[in-house]
């Protein structure tokens, strides 16, 4: 039982004994990667869920959120289990820089209990309607890029959630529901929400919570929701709601627990941006039929700029970074001459503008690259969004749900995921006395490992992914397909005599 923050700091030893008093580990994952803290973080209305810890990934040395539901009877568990295990097993294949990523789950059955634990990414600074409280605390007004940056990083989101096959309607968006790091990284967290509603039975320990219960964000509901007809539009409702949110901080409810529609339509009738103004009202329309979709949206006069050939090269750069060795950004930079002309604008009536090497920061263009990766800066779709395949198990309809296996608990010592992507790099020195191998490995979990090392003539394909299932970094299974890959990886470079790429998709 944790206790309330009331109790900790009456506690004698004050901040510090509290301090350590929280991170005391409970309990360790089957596994022993993610360990369970007495801290309680609240990350979104999630239905069933009673409680939500701060644990520790071990493995990342990253901090994330452990999150219980608890069935307070266990035939009935046990009548819905496979169809749980099928709808988390799911929701581990949905990956986008800009939703809460869904790490590992696993089921907790005793003779007195039954439990599902999972794993979701942490989200340290908290949600955007905190934030858009403090900004107006603070008497700040909203920055125009600001707002068209935050909503570039949500339609992105739900353009993925809506071009997944089947599509996935969240169900949940409101300003409580979407996160905001401090370097302005928006994420859209609670995905899961209508899912819940939908597989999880009665049973489970506490009540369920549904959307209409939280009276607050009842404005965020389209007219439709509930029915049968909701389906994709009434996350774009949602979106406008946030969208006018995040314009004017907060939409005024004139006391009333309750925002009604008056206040809805005059807040939006008070944006002074005719564009923004039109961009909110076509988001919230009465009618479903007539809402622009998520990649429309992403295509409105306020949102659409031609992408700079800086940001297309970053894209491009991460995508590729398997097949480049590491600090290559940094190494590169060292060899350039500062007062070298890197581009040049040539004008016929005046001097022309040179752009020189010193021009750029390598520190920025790291910051950059890193921000891109992240997701700040997501490229908009040009061409018509292609459906991300996705089990049915996803859909509302949980009727023909394919069994899926039970994930086995990952033993501490060895490693049980699948490789599921293999890259390779490798490098001759001067010499020739020796090799530099670079190794990139994409498990089944998304989990990205990047292994270097150097490499004698000597060494052996074989002897290597030995190594490499000795120290757990890929399982026994996938033991044989890394030598085969190594050895026609080793037999190219030395045919080619230069650096060389290999890359294996597996299944």
Known sequence: MTMSVADRNSRSG?????SEDESEILEESPCGRWQKRKEQVNQGNVPGMESAFLAMDTEEGVEVVWNEVQFSDKKVFKAHEEKIKDMFENLMQVEHPNIVKFHKYWLDVTES???VI????YMSSGSLKQFLKKTKKNHKTMNEKAWKRWCTQILSALCYLHSCDPPIIHGNLTCDTIFIQHNGLIKIGSV????????FPDAVHGRIKHLRDEQRNLHFLAPEYGSFEDKTAIDIFSFGICALEMAVLEIQANGDAIVSKEAVAHTGQSLEDPLMREFVQACVRH??????SAHDLLFHRVLFEVHSLKLLAAHCFINNQYMLPENCVEEKTK?????????EIRHKNRPGVQLKYSHVSPLELDKFLEDVKNGIYPLMNFASPRPHLIPRALSLSQEHVETVTTPTPEPQETETRKVVQMHCNLESNDEGTKMHLTLFLKMEDKLHRQLSCDILPSDSSKDLAN???HYAFICEDDCEKLTSFL????VKHRASGSASHGVMMMH
């Open 113 to 115: 209990k039954a439990r």
């Open 192 to 199: 899961w929400h209508r899912l819940f509603v939908n597989v």
């Open 335 to 343: 060899t350039f001459d500062p007062n070298a002309v890197m581009a």
């Open 287 to 292: 009618e479903a039929k007539k809402r622009p």
């Open 467 to 469: 190594e490499l299932v």
């Open 487 to 490: 050895e026609e990886a080793f």
């Open 14 to 18: 004050g901040k510090e004994e509290e």
């Open 118 to 121: 999972f794993i979701t990414e």
